[in-house]
């Protein structure tokens, strides 16, 4: 399912003429693939993650 809505946007926006550099970086990586998304970016909701996980239910 996702496959074909993956391939409807990039069809979409490939055939766009004004696209926006968000719109153009949304194509490179439907057609190239790639990570947006760094680890080291999310080390503070991680951290925040395991905090929340270990507290007990009435302390959230």
């Given at each position: 399912m996702?496959?074909?809505?993956?391939?409807?946007?990039g069809?979409?926006?490939?055939?766009?003429e004004?696209?926006?550099?968000?719109?153009?970086?949304?194509?490179?990586?439907?057609?190239?693939g790639?990570?947006r998304?760094?680890?080291?970016?999310?080390?503070?909701?991680?951290?925040?993650?395991?905090?929340?996980?270990?507290?007990?239910?009435?302390?959230?």
């Amino acid at each position: 399912m996702m496959a074909i809505m993956v391939k409807t946007a990039g069809k979409g926006l490939a055939a766009k003429e004004n696209r926006t550099p968000e719109e153009d970086d949304m194509l490179d990586m439907i057609l190239h693939g790639g990570e947006r998304v760094k680890f080291a970016d999310l080390k503070q909701v991680l951290d925040w993650y395991k905090s929340w996980r270990n507290m007990d239910d009435d302390e959230r």
